[in-house]
């Protein structure tokens, strides 16, 4: 079997533009423009790379970007307080404090500081617990970009087993939740499971989530199984720079059905659920029906 290939790019550019209409309307009808502020403290050269993609990308789709760059050894005090004004800011709809902080900086107080309205993340700790207790939340970008793609793929996930390799708080455990809200039956593994290859061969669905170069093999995959690769590690294989999941792409891509690729699998869609989460929060800020297909 040769999978098919979840076009992730193109995925990404349909919601995009699904939430430019969107955006578009909300403007001409209600007069309101969705704003997402983000705040880089210090000068990661990564997420400098991060932030800058979020502002232009915030632009493409009509919204309002805010942009906080604070100088590395900004005070927690201050950053607090920042993050209290763009609480009570009208025009601000959405947050995020690009992550990692600088060491002397609490991450958990950060993160909780923020209005969970807001939180278009998902990481506060209201919204982990409303997204656990199966309540409406604001949903973590990257495993809602991976739900979507899963559900344009099979329609309803009822039923099917869901294996996620990896147990963070920012991608495994809210995408067990997910997986487990649309009535999979789920197993988290992670570096410590027994018999790895055994429990990722049950997966009809199996979700890549550990941050180890192409770990998961083709002998590891169901026939016919969905794998999502949510993997970005950068190697040097031949003496030249390299992108890799945390799937060996051509040994499961032999034996599953379908396979998200990297670069351009998961990676585009976690800007792109970024900006739907940014609308979404907009519309239930005013009152306002949510976007269709923009949720989890
Ligand atoms: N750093 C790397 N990825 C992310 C993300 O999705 N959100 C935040 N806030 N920081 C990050």
Do not use: W
Not at 34 to 63: F, W
Not at 79 to 104: E, F, M, S
Not at 209 to 234: F, H, L, Q, Y
């Amino acid at each position: 079997m040769t999978a098919k290939v979840i076009d992730g790019k193109a995925f990404a550019a349909n919601v995009r533009a699904q939430v430019a209409e969107h955006v578009a309307k909300l403007k001409a009808d209600k007069g309101i423009t969705p704003g997402l502020a983000v705040v880089l403290v210090g000068e990661d050269p990564a997420s400098k790379v991060y932030v800058k993609n979020k502002h232009a990308s915030t632009i493409e789709v009509g919204m309002e970007s805010f942009e906080h760059r604070l100088p590395a050894e900004t005070s927690e005090a201050d950053l607090l307080a920042l993050i209290d004004r763009l609480n009570a800011d009208p025009a601000v709809h959405g947050i995020l404090v690009q992550l990692p902080l600088p060491k002397h900086l609490d991450s958990e107080l950060v993160i909780n500081r923020i209005d969970p309205a807001k939180d278009v993340d998902g990481f506060h700790i209201s919204n982990v617990g409303l997204l656990g207790t199966g309540q409406k939340s604001m949903v973590p970008c990257t495993p809602l970009g991976c739900l979507m793609m899963l559900r344009d793929h099979h329609g309803s996930l009822a039923g099917m087993n869901a294996v996620v390799v990896g147990r963070s708080n920012i991608v495994g455990k809210p995408m067990a939740q997910l997986l487990l809200g649309d009535s999979c039956t789920v197993t988290i593994a992670h570096s410590r499971t027994k018999d790895l290859a055994e429990v990722c061969k049950r997966a009809d669905i199996l979700v890549a989530a550990v941050g180890r170069p192409e770990m998961i093999t083709g002998d590891m995959v169901k026939p016919g199984a969905t794998v999502i690769d949510v993997g970005i590690n950068r190697i040097e294989r031949d003496g030249k720079a390299k992108l890799v999941g945390d799937v060996h792409y051509d040994s499961a891509a032999a034996v599953a059905g379908a396979i998200t690729p990297v670069p351009g699998g998961v990676g585009p869609m976690t800007i792109a659920c970024l900006l739907a989460n940014t609308l979404t929060a907009c519309c239930r800020a005013n009152g306002l029906a949510e976007p269709k297909g923009l949720t989890a």
